[in-house]
Structures are given as C-alpha cells and as structure tokens.
C-alpha cells in the first residue's frame, strides 16, 4: 500500500480523472457487500422481495409452521402494518395466462392484519391467550431483523401469525414492561394496539388470504364459545422515559418553524457528474454557486439521507411489463424464482439512492408570532393564518433562486420532510416499511413522525458512538459522526470528485449534513478584514518587542490581502463565502463495525481527496445536528470557504444508468454503485428511437458473454431471441434447463444447401405494414422496390466475394454482375443459380467465365448454402431462443489482403454476411409489435462492404417499426463509425480497449464522450485483473451509454442467475470441464 | 478550477508577547489569558463557597488556574476552540458519574409536530 499523499494522479494512472478510473483503493470494498446492511435491507418488510407466481397447479396449503424466519421473530403491534402489501396490480392481459395462480405468496406472507387482529375468531391457532414460556427467552429477540427477512419472504406458506410470532419478544419493547398481566389474562394486545396507534392506516381489503366462508364460519364459532364478548384491555403506552420535543413545532407545506426560526426546504435532484466534459461540470458547478451566493445572508442546512433501492418495486415493474414470460419448465426456477433471485441480489449489494436536501433558514420570527403560535398551539391550531401566508410570498424568491439550472430544487412535500425527520432522528437505521408512492406506501400524516418515538438513544461518556435502538423492531444501531477538518486545495471537475459525494464510494450508506451560513460580499469582506487587522497587529506586536515575526504571518497577510481584493472588485459570486460545518454519520450493527467504517472512511478521505475527517466526541450532540431544526452542536470544525467549494461539495451528484424497467445486468461501478436495469426494447416502446444497440471490446473484453446474458434474460421474459455467434459458444445456452424446451441451434455449416440463399434473405414488405389509403400505397411500393434493389445489393457483393479477389477487381466484373443480376428478377423467388444462367447465356466469354468461377465454388460443400432454395420452415418464429452458429468456420483475419486468405476464409466472409442477414430474417416473420431480438457477433466483417452498411441502417431503421432489438458486437468501434449509423445507435458498451489508443478515442467518439480528456485511460483500465492474484476476474466491466445520454462505468453481473455463467464461459479450460457436463453444440441442433 | 478554503487565514497564531517594552518569555496565545482570568475568579468564588474566606493574593487558585488552562488548552487547535472543548468536557464529565457503561439519552420525539399538506 502506497500512501500517495502528494497532490497528483497515483503511479501508473497518470491523467485519469479518478472519478471514472478503476478503484484505487487497496483494501476490498466488497467486504461490505456481503451482508444486507441493515440501514438498507429490509426492516419489517421493507423492500422486500416481490414474489410472483407463474402458473402452477393449486397448491394444498399446508397449517402454519413456526419457522424460524428471522423476519417474524419480533413482536410487535405494527410488524404486520410494515410487512403488509398489497396485492400486486395483475394486467389483464396476464390475468389469462395466470388465472390459475393460487395467490401472490407475498400476500399470505403479509399475513394480512386481518387474520393477525383477529384472535378471538382464529380457532387455527392453536395456542391462544396464554403465553408460551418462550417470551422471556432471550435468545431470539434483539437479533435485527433486517437481514434474514428477504429469506423470510421467499417462503410460499404463511408465516406463523398466531401465538408463535408472539412468543418471542424484544426486550426493548414497551409491550414487554406494561402488558404481559395483560397477555395472560385474554386476547393479546398487539392486534389491538396497532390499529389504536395508527387509526389512519387503511385496512386492508380482504385479499383472499383465507377463504371469506371459512371466516365467517370460524369467528361464528368463535363467537359460540364465547357468548359475553370480553373485551381486551387497554393498554397504556405509556412510558415515563424522558423524552425532548423536536425544535420543529409545525410542518407547513415546505416550511418547517421552530419558535425561532423558519426554514423552506427544497429537493435537489440528481445530477449526472461521471463522464460529463469539464466545461459542462464547471458551468454546473458554477451556476450552483451562484445559486448559493444568491442565498446570501441565510443560513443553510444541506442534508443528505438515503433511501433503500425498492427491489420489489423494480419486479413489480417488470413482471407488470413482461406479458408472457417463459412457461416454466418443472423442476428448474421459474420465473417467480427468477426474480426473487435478483431482488435478492439487488438487496445482497446494497444498492441506495440518495436524497438531497436543501434547507434555508430564512427568517426570524417576530416576537408577536412566536407568542401567538404559543397561544394557539394550546387550542391546537399551530401557526396563524396570517404568518403563514406571509411567508407563502417571501419563500418565491427562493424558488426562483433554487429553481434554476444548477441545483433545479423544487420544493418538498410534507412526507418528504416527514421522512427527512424519522431519517435524521433515527439516524442509519433501517427505514420503516415500504414508503415508495408507487407501490402504496401509505404511510398517513403523522405515521412517520409517530414513530420516532420509538428511537432510544443511548450515549457513553466520552465515547465515539451513539448507540439507538428502535424498540419496536429491536434493531440497535450505532453511529460515529465525523465532521470534516482541514481540507487541502482540490481540483474539483480536472482531478478531484465532489466532495461530498465521494463518500459514496464505500458501500455502505451515509447521510450528510452541512450548516452553512452564507456570508455575502459586505459580511466576508468584514470579517476577513478583522481578521487582517488582527495579523497586521500581531506583525506590529513582533515589530514592537524586536523578535522576528514568523514568516507565516506576512504569508497570510498576503493572503487575506488578495482575498480581500477579489471580495471588493470581483463578481458577488467570488466574495460570497460559506461558513460551516460539515458531518457525516456512519452507521454500524455494532460499535466495532461502525468504528471500522469510520476508519476507512477516514483513510479514504485523506488519501484520495486530501481532506481529514476528524472524529470528535460528543457524539450524541453531533447526531442531533443532523435532525432539521436541532441546535448546531457545537462550534468547533467551522470550515470557511468561498462558495464555489461548497458547490464543488455536490452532495447530489449521481451516476445512474439504465432504464428502471429492464433486466438487472450489474451496477455502476464508477463514482457511486446503483444497480442497472437494461431493457432493449425500452428505446423503442417509449423513447421511441432505434434499438441498435452496439458492443465494442478487444477480445476477452466479455462480449460474447454480455450478449449471451442479455439474450438468456430477454428470453425469459418471452422475447423471440435470435443470437448470431459464428464461434459457437453461445449455443451452449440452449442446454440451459429452463431453455432447452424452447431453444434452438441452427449450425450453418452443417445445414442445407440453399439455407442462406441470397434472394430470400431479404422480405418483402407486406401490404399490411403500411397504413391504407393513397400515400400508404406509395410507400408500400417504395419499399417493395427498396427491397428488390437491396437484395441486388447483396446478390452481387456476394458474388463479388465469391469469385477471387484478382477477377473481383477487374472494372468489367462489376459490371458483368451487375448486368446479370438486372435480368434476374429481384424477388424472393430467385436463386443465385439464375444469375449463374444468365452469366452463362451472355454472349460473352467474361460473363461465360464467371459462370465457371461462380461454379466452382459451388463445389464446395459450403458455398452450397448460396445455391439452390431454401428449405421450408427453416426458422420459423416458433423456438423462443434460436442460436445461429458456424461451428468450425474459419474466420479470417481482415489485417491480411484477401489473396493470401484460404479457400474456407474467403467463404467465410460470404457466409457471415449472409448470416446476419438471416438472423434478421427470422424476426420479420411474426407480428410486428411483438417483442423481438437479435445478437449479432463479429459484425466488423460487415464493413466495408455496401451491403453491410445498408445491412445495418435498415436495422436500425426497421427496429422500431418491428420493436426489434438488435445488438451488434464488434472488436473495432470504427466498423460502426466507418458504416455511419452513430446517429441511429441508442445503447452502447465499451468494453477494455487498452492495446490502441486510436480505438479508443474512436470508442469514446460513439459514447459521445469528450476525445482526449483521459477518458482513454478509463477504457483501459476497464476490468484490469489484478496482477496479483492468480484467480480469473469474476467480472467484466463496460462503459454504458444509455438511450438517455446518460454514460457510466457498469460491472456487468449476472451471477444471481443460476448457471447461466457456467454455461457463458468461453475460456478454453471451462469449456473442457464442461464437455462432459454441458451437451456439445451436436447434440443441441434442432 | 482550483478550489481552496479560507481557512488557514484563519488559523494564524496570535500570541501574547508581552507589555510594551517588556518581552515575556513565554508566549501564550490570547485566549489562554482569557480562559485564565475568568477560570481565577471562579476558583476563588469556590474557595470562599468552602472557607466563606477572600484572601489578598489567591496562590491556590493561580496555581490551579494555570494547570485547569494549559490542560484544557493542550487539546485545542485552530479547529477545535477553547469553548468546544470545555463544553465536551463539561458534558462528558457530568455524565461519567453514571454507574453503568451506557445510558440512556432522552429520546427525540417529534409525534408533537403539527403538519399542513399546504402552506396558506
């Protein structure tokens, strides 16, 4: 481990903005990703794992069992309320392919409130009102439940909603102190207490958890039993622990009050910061500071909280878009299985997104108002009318300010604010339930902030943590708080990250907070001057005693004296300066873990950014810092800096990439890591532009493997998949279990002749693709005949790469050729015999010649595939997943002139273009909208080559009109460029480019990003294995550019799906161990 | 963009070097003669809460004052002022007098927040 601590690029990575360069830091960050964190994974039921059922026979429920699911091991009054969903919303178009589904298993898992509050009527459990032996039994209890509820979830039957839940207990809990007379004598109080607590919580519609006859005939006999209704005892939640009131006194749409002080509160989005140009990223950072210098004389809360990545909603999402995925094949994962491993996985690497805050502090209150809310909070009325309205117009000025590009905040809404504060009171823990407004996180007004109440603190004299506990779910939590102490000079957009966002490099969430108060030019210009006089008199002082004054002193006069002089003639932007305190709060499990966190924050931040973070104690005063509204804790760490370093802070910068309704295919692995969702089909459903995708990587860059994985996913979810891999591998994937029912491979090199007859590989439009009337008719001949001069196209490069390379030169082939293709009618009929025929009748003995050349290729048993028809039925839409290979072809090197290429090399060219013309084929046979795919690899042979270009312009262009997704692998980014169809490309991957610059500015020329900026040295660090280790990389690393513009570095993972690797391994030696495993390609072919 | 804080302006040493005319020899920031003046009172103020005496040239108290000063001095810097590290002090020590490890803060309750989903 080097300690770079001199300002400059670590050894080795010379002009790479570290923003986008490979993570230089020596220790694992992947030691944190092991486990669900619990400030992230699901708490009771938060973001939880969306189970989806696919057809299946009905299923005999079996009675509840007392699993030992970590998720249900606390009791508490609201743990149903949290762990509650609803129903997922079915299509109807999927109503039909499902209609047998039992239930949604995550609707018997939330084991509805209504079963739960309904002991007396559940004769089903069996152990009623008296309490097992179990509840003191500590054995269970204070485990958080965060991490094992995602395991909890998969469990199709109901967890134990009777007694057995009840029995174990956290000993935190106030249920715990007050009610056990209580839960001896009748019914427990829990189902009682919840809906005391939170009258606003709605209830739940009956989802058909138990069968509504069997209820009501069950609480009839319930009732029979009991005729004199005893009813349950109220339980007081009381507790005489000493509690403080938040300063905050009233929410007020945007604002908060205390008696004080008034603050409007605003949301920053995101900002997209990685792979952006400088001067884009300064002109960001500079309309940021002079946002902040317009806020001058206020004081600021900046804060940022982080909000768990919502893995169910993400399923939901794209089940709700997946019409018909695969049938599921027994005995192998279905497609509910499917997605419960990828929400898994989405939770096993702790993925957040950030939420950023802006307050500003803006007003003293007149001593009038603070009195009148004071006698109008006695009668419950809070804030008077006329206060508020008043306020209501002061505040535009700062949406107006705020709202501009820069920070573009727009103002909060009362829930969200409700959130900053449970966030901010409950600081690192896990969030409670599921808040997201898709699904329905209703939490009512005033639910959340109900709940702080629930958050002990717990503090050690002089210690470095604050310990909280939330007694409800038992969870305890420990946070240090650092703020942030002297800082070096920074570089920001050149050399240095924001700031404040680098700490997202760690993977593990944090939440920010800076008090800052903004000093305008008048007010900075003052106290930097008394702080000159204050030099100037120390110099005088050293004059006056005759001692040699320390050189530091002129050295900061000078200092202050140039300040000074920017204060007074320079823009207000340059005067402003931001006076404040900066913190981040990391979180813990346990004192140990949060102290090892702290750590390596720390190390972190001094060795790349050259900012020391310092760990003071009073933690407890810290962490209420963080609370909106709370006292500053205390002086120390004040940090005094112009604004735009405060703006250089961007708490809200973000890397995300992707769409959020596709496949998971890995995460960013840049600044920040968020997961990546990737559906091809997303550009042209709803962007509607081309779905060309294009894959760039030198060999071994993860190509192949990439394409594979996004074709073995897109045919899960149903979409007819046709992958062009001349080598082979990717045909492996249809050995797959969950595929091989539906899955194909059509090796060329073994196939009839004809297969790849020219004149057929290009489809006639139909008549119905067009709209009706005149100007359709038109088009529809424009078509027709576009496609008779395409296939032309192709018929004579194909014969031009047929015949050898020294006749294709000559001026009169071409023109030979031409001839002969313009007698053959250019329908799908034809056959590349008849322009054999035609060159022979040509009175000619060039054309004559040609024939006879033309023939003897047809000799070999290769070039057969041009001649004659093509069978019937060959690739009809049937198999869901079709592999096209060549097994045993020869691809020749494209460096070396055609002469020198053997006999099977020159075929080859021929046969490739052809291929890929027929992988294309086969989607124009269904239905226009249905969802189609294509994967083409070595597409560089297509280019130079008229019919390559055409090839794939028309792809790009039919791709929408066919909701077609094609993707093209190439080694050489230039091949595209070369065919010109940039503009038509939506999504692009760039994989490790090392060995030649030139390719890769060319690369970074199709991501759009900046040439000559160092990003070079990002795609050459690009899954750079560590030359230490001996183990192959486990995983490949892209650049991505999305169909939005937005450009990321993303680490392609797709381990969550079972298998699927072992079966996409191209190296030499897996394939080997797979030969007895895994069928060979022989055996697969259909 | 190079970007720098104001800070180290900040974090300019000013010492006391003594009357004019007259050379200290130890040169002690401002602060400390502050901290000392106000920390002799209060020991004095404490001595007369035991003794109900006031004697002329308060030794004792000196004494304890340089000692109480440079202790608490020794852990400031130009990040870490006089007043935060007394005020950590303070509240850190009364609390140390708690038997257990660990106890219990009060919590942070805001149930008691009125909340308008609008404004006005």
């Known amino acids: 481990m080097s300690s770079h601590y001199a300002p400059g690029p670590p050894a080795g990575q010379p002009d790479a903005p570290p923003s986008d360069a490979t993570q230089s830091l020596d220790y694992t960050l992947e030691r944190g990703e092991a486990r669900p964190d619990p400030a992230r994974a699901t708490s009771p039921g938060h973001g939880g794992v969306g189970v989806f059922q696919a057809p299946r026979p009905l299923q005999q429920r079996t009675p ?133 607590r939170h009258p606003s919580e709605r209830p739940e519609p009956d989802t058909g958890d ?76 500079a309309a940021i500071s002079e946002q902040y210098a317009g806020l001058a004389g206020f004081r600021l809360h900046l804060r940022r909280t982080t909000r768990p990545f919502p893995a169910d909603e993400w399923a939901r999402t794209i089940d709700t878009h997946t019409r018909a995925p695969l049938p599921d094949v027994p005995g192998t994962p279905s497609w509910a299985d499917h997605l419960v491993a990828a929400q898994r996985h989405l939770l096993s690497v702790n993925h957040a997104e950030g939420q950023t ?101 717990y503090r050690t004299p002089y210690g470095s943590t604050v310990k909280l506990v939330n007694r409800m779910t038992g969870e305890e939590g420990h946070v240090a708080v650092l ?152 002086t120390g760490y004040v940090r005094r800096m112009p604004v735009n370093l405060f703006a250089a802070a961007l708490p809200q910068a973000a890397s995300t990439v992707g769409d959020r309704r596709g496949d998971l295919i890995g995460r960013t692995a840049g600044t920040c890591r968020r997961p990546v969702f990737l559906d091809l089909h997303f550009p042209m459903e709803v962007r509607e ?111 031009m790469m047929l015949v050898p390379p020294q006749v294709a030169r000559e001026a009169s082939t071409a023109t030979l050729f031409r001839h002969a293709v313009r007698q053959v009618p250019a329908e799908e009929t034809a056959t590349l015999d008849d322009v054999v025929a035609t060159l022979g009748k040509l009175d000619d003995d060039a054309g004559r010649e040609l024939a006879n050349l033309l023939l003897d290729t047809a000799e070999m048993p290769l070039a057969m595939l041009f001649f004659g028809r093509p ?95 094609a993707l093209v692998a190439s080694q050489n980014p230039k091949d595209i460029l070369g065919l010109d169809v940039q503009n038509l490309v939506s999504t692009v991957f760039v994989g490790r480019i090392a060995e030649d610059e030139e390719i890769a500015s060319e690369a970074l020329r199709l991501l759009r990003v900046p040439v000559n900026d160092g990003y070079e040295a990002t795609l050459a660090s690009l899954s750079a294995a560590d030359s230490a280790s001996a183990a192959r990389l486990g995983y490949r690393e892209f650049v991505m550019r999305d169909v939005d513009g937005r450009v990321q570095k993303v680490r392609v993972d797709v381990s969550y799906v079972d298998g699927l690797l072992d079966h996409l391994d191209t190296t030499p030696a897996a394939i080997a161990a797979a030969a007895g495993v895994l069928p060979v390609v022989a055996d697969l072919e259909a | 963009m190079r970007l720098r804080t104001d800070d180290d302006i900040y974090r300019a040493r000013l010492v006391y070097l003594g009357p ?12 400390q003669y502050g901290l000392f003046i106000l920390l002799v009172p209060l020991y004095m103020f404490i001595h007369w809460l035991v003794t109900l005496q006031v004697e002329l040239f308060p030794a004792w108290e000196i004494a304890l004052a340089i000692v109480t000063t440079s202790f608490v001095f020794r852990y400031v810097d130009p990040d870490r002022p006089a007043r935060m590290v007394i005020h950590t002090a303070l509240t850190d020590w009364r609390r140390t007098r708690e038997p257990a490890a660990e106890q219990r803060d009060p919590r942070l309750v805001g149930s008691r927040i009125r909340i308008r989903e609008e404004l006005a």
């Open chain 2, 20 to 31: 004019p005319g007259y050379t200290l020899p130890v040169h002690l920031p401002y602060a």
């Open chain 1, 357 to 457: 805050y802006l307050g500003v502090t803006f007003a003293r209150r007149s001593l009038g108002d603070s009195l009148v809310e004071r006698v109008r909070r006695t009668f419950g009325r809070g804030v008077a009318d006329g206060e508020r309205r008043k306020l209501g117009r002061t505040v535009e000025q700062f949406d107006e300010v705020l709202g501009a590009f820069g920070m573009r905040g727009r103002r909060v809404t009362t829930p969200e604010l409700e959130w900053l504060l449970y966030r901010s009171v409950a600081l690192c823990m896990a969030p409670p339930g599921r808040l997201s407004p898709v699904t329905d996180g209703h939490w009512e007004r005033g639910d959340l902030l109900a709940l702080t109440e629930q958050v002990e603190r």
């Open chain 1, 871 to 965: 069978p019937e039925g060959l690739l009809g839409p049937d198999a869901t997943l079709t592999v096209i290979t060549m097994a045993g072809l020869r691809l020749p090197d494209l460096k070396i002139e055609r002469e020198y290429w053997s006999a099977e090399e020159a075929l080859a060219l021929p046969m490739l273009h052809t291929a890929h013309r027929l992988a294309v084929r086969r989607c124009y046979g269904g239905s226009m909208s249905s969802r189609k795919l294509v994967g083409l690899d070595e597409a560089h042979f297509m280019e130079g080559w008229r019919s390559g270009r055409s090839f794939l312009v028309r792809l790009a262009r039919d791709s929408r009109k066919w909701n077609l997704a």
């Open chain 1, 483 to 634: 703020a942030v102490g002297r800082m070096e000079p920074l570089e920001i957009p050149e050399r240095h990250e924001p700031w404040l966002h680098f700490h997202e490099r760690l993977p593990w969430p944090m939440e920010l907070s800076s008090r800052v108060d903004i000093l305008g030019s008048g007010d900075s210009f003052r106290n930097l001057e008394h702080r000159l006089r204050m030099i100037r008199s120390q110099q005088l002082d050293y004059a006056e005693h005759g001692i040699d004054a320390p050189p530091e002193l002129e050295r900061l006069a000078e200092r202050a004296l140039v300040i000074g002089d920017e204060m007074t003639t320079g823009l207000p932007v340059e005067s402003a300066r931001a006076h404040g305190w900066h913190r981040l709060a990391v979180g813990g499990r346990t004192r140990e873990e949060c102290l090892e966190r702290a750590r390596r924050l720390i190390q972190l931040y001094s060795r790349e950014l050259r900012v020391s973070l310092q760990h003071p104690k009073n933690q407890d005063w810290l962490a209420r810092e963080f609370i909106p509204g709370e006292p500053i804790a205390n």
């Open chain 1, 689 to 799: 532009r081309s779905g060309l995708g294009v894959f760039v990587a030198e060999p071994g860059g993860g190509k192949s493997t990439l394409l594979g994985a996004l074709g073995y996913l897109a045919a899960r979810r149903g979409v007819q998949v046709t992958l062009l891999d001349p080598s082979g591998p990717l045909a492996r994937l249809c050995a797959m279990p969950e595929l091989a029912p539906y899955a194909r491979v059509l090796n060329l090199t073994g196939s009839e002749p004809g297969t790849l007859a020219p004149y057929s590989l290009i489809p006639t439009p139909l008549r119905s693709e067009f709209s009706a009337g005149d100007a359709g008719e038109r088009e529809f001949e424009i078509a027709v005949s576009n496609a008779r001069a395409e296939r032309r196209m192709l018929v004579q490069d194909i014969c």
């Open chain 1, 210 to 285: 138990a069968p509504p006859s069997d209820r009501r005939s069950t609480s009839r006999r319930g009732r029979a039993t009991k005729p004199a209704r005893v009813r349950p005892p109220k339980i007081k939640f009381r507790d005489r622990d000493p509690s403080v009131e938040l300063a905050i006194t009233e929410i007020a749409g945007h604002l908060t009050f205390t008696p004080n002080t008034v603050t409007a509160w605003y949301w920053l989005p995101e900002v997209r910061w990685a792979f952006r140009p400088d001067a884009e990223r300064e002109a960001l950072l």
């Open chain 1, 64 to 196: 509840p069992e007392p699993t030992p699911a970590a998720g249900t091991d606390i009791d508490s009054p609201f743990l149903d309320l949290f762990g509650a969903t609803r129903p997922a919303r079915s299509t109807p178009g999927r109503a039909a392919a499902r209609e047998q589904q039992p239930t949604i298993p995550q609707q018997l898992v939330a084991a509805d409130p209504l079963v739960a509050a309904d002991p007396p009527a559940a004769p089903t459990t069996p152990v009623a009102p008296t309490t097992p032996a179990a509840p003191t039994a500590p054995a269970a209890p204070a485990a958080p439940a965060a991490p094992a509820a995602p395991v909890a979830l998969t469990e199709v039957e109901r967890p134990p909603a009777g007694p057995a839940r009840r029995s174990t207990r956290v000993p935190h809990q106030v249920g715990e102190r007050l009610a056990r007379p209580a839960t001896e004598r009748t019914a427990p109080p829990p189902a009682d207490a919840a809906p005391q």
